[in-house]
């Protein structure tokens, strides 16, 4: 299967809006979740099959992380969920433990690395990712533990990427689109090149993913998630 393109799937000139130096938007929040108790339902059942046949694989990375790092195997980070519920969003932990500092660090020594890390807030080399991190955020590995957080209802299997605060202040207008949702395990970002893409292209999808959500898509984006991850497509 060939990797959706952005310009496949949003309408426009191909150009991104500028997105940065907007004021905090401050939207009223739908009364439920986009695709409603259809896409709860979906999420459930795919969630729930998806940890009886993936208990082998998550058993043995806690082992695994523990043989190679003493410290704790899972992280919470806090994101925005639907309607702008902060909830703690789960991975296996695949940097430092003193990881903020680290990164504190770099940003001053590295001018250049700053630059993009305040535009795109990710790194290609990231200084806090230990060995097997690297090898577990190329796989997507890392994100199994999100699909707790499919269970208790913060995300769902499908939705916008989830992101911190400080990122959805960057999102102007579009950030009710994001805020009508659950963020998702996976989403249009994934399936169409990941970190190859610019942030403002990240956001254009997430708002057409909530404006034209359908079951459909859904299921299509799952699939599509397999090759994409299997191949490591725009995986950094």
């Known amino acids: 299967m060939q990797m959706l393109r952005v310009q496949d799937l949003v309408a426009g000139n191909g150009k991104a809006p500028l997105l940065s130096g907007l004021a905090r938007p401050a939207p009223a929040a739908p009364a439920a979740p986009v695709g409603g108790w259809g896409k709860r339902t979906l999420d459930l ?24 790092d003493p410290g704790p195997v899972l992280y919470g980070h806090r994101r925005v969920g639907f309607g702008g519920r902060e909830f703690r969003c789960w991975k296996f932990r695949t940097m430092v433990v003193d990881g903020d500092a680290v990164l504190e660090r770099h940003l001053q020594e590295n001018p250049a690395d700053a630059a993009i890390w305040k535009e795109q807030r990710k790194l290609v080399n990231d200084p806090r990712v230990t060995p097997l991190g690297a090898v577990l955020r190329k796989l997507s590995l890392d994100e199994l533990p999100q699909l707790l957080n499919v269970l208790k209802g913060e995300m769902s299997l499908v939705g916008p990427r989830p992101v911190v605060q400080a990122e959805l202040d960057h999102y102007g207008p579009s950030a009710r689109h994001y805020l009508a949702a659950r963020p998702g ?52």
């Open 185 to 236: 395990l996976t989403g249009l970002w994934q399936i169409s090149g990941r970190s190859d893409t610019t942030y403002a292209e990240r956001v254009r999808l997430d708002r057409f993913y909530v404006m034209s959500w359908n079951l459909w898509r859904d299921l299509r984006i799952v699939f599509l998630t397999i090759p994409a991850v299997a191949l490591s497509r725009g995986a950094h």
């Open 45 to 68: 059942g795919l969630v729930l099959l998806g940890l009886l046949l993936l208990w082998p694989l998550i058993l043995g990375l806690v082992v695994l992380l523990k043989l190679t």
